[in-house]
Structure formats: structure tokens, C-alpha cells
């Protein structure tokens, strides 16, 4: 019913900043929550950050607080993660996802819907 798709990711220096992209498109809903979550190659899904439709209502992951920031815009269907000072260690694919359900989760089981990624590179 819905279909995310995340744009932005490429190859970074140390340092330097990017912006993730994530259009939604088919039944959106106003009490849609949306999230960010990245996996690094050997390791398990992570949450990032995740937000509530009206905006009001954030989430951040200890290593993100401070350098990530999340937000939406609804009029155009779209959610944003602003990542700055990025780290080697930011290396990921980035995925983003939504829930109907209306309740921020850092929890991935959570979202019932999910993009196909994109990848961050942060180079030392």
C-alpha cells in the first residue's frame, strides 16, 4: 500500500555532511511515523532516528544525537535525515520506513513498510 524509496546516499569524507531523501508514495495517512535505520556490513539493523507525522515528536539514536537531524514534509510525501560531522563509522546502507500505527519505536519490527536502501560511504 505504500512504497518508500530512499535517494542521497554516496561517498563522504570525514567531516563532511549529507542529506537522505525518502518519498512515500501510495496510501499515506496522516498518522503515518517515519524512521531511519542503516545496517553496516556483519552487523545487525540499527535504528537512526524516527519522527511522528506532525513533526512534534522525534527520536534519535545515541550516535546520532547532535549531528543528525530528522525531518518531514508532508506536502510533498517526504522524509529527510540531515547527517553531519559524519564518522567512518556512518558507513551503511540507510534505510527509511513507515507504520500506520502512529507510535515512534526504535524498534525496526515496528514499521510495516520499508525502502530498499541507500548506500553511505564515509571515507578517513
Known amino acids: 500500500q505504500v512504497q518508500l524509496v530512499e535517494s542521497g546516499g554516496r561517498l563522504v569524507q570525514a567531516g563532511g555532511s549529507l542529506r537522505l531523501s525518502c518519498a512515500a508514495s501510495?496510501?499515506?495517512?496522516?498518522?503515518?511515523?517515519m524512521g531511519w535505520f542503516r545496517q553496516a556490513p556483519g552487523k545487525e539493523r540499527e535504528f537512526v532516528a524516527a519522527i511522528s507525522w506532525s513533526g512534534g515528536n522525534t527520536h534519535y539514536a545515541d550516535s546520532a544525537k547532535g549531528r543528525f537531524t530528522i525531518s518531514r514534509d508532508n506536502a510533498k510525501n517526504t522524509v529527510y535525515l540531515q547527517m553531519n560531522s559524519l564518522k567512518p563509522e556512518d558507513t551503511a546502507v540507510y534505510y527509511c520506513?513507515?507504520?500506520?500505527?502512529?507510535?515512534?519505536?526504535?524498534?525496526?519490527?515496528?514499521?510495516?513498510?520499508w525502502g530498499q536502501g541507500t548506500q553511505v560511504t564515509v571515507s578517513s
Open positions: 520506513a513507515a507504520d500506520p500505527r502512529g507510535i515512534v519505536s526504535v524498534w525496526g519490527s515496528q514499521y510495516l513498510y
Open positions: 501510495g496510501r499515506t495517512s496522516s498518522n503515518y511515523v
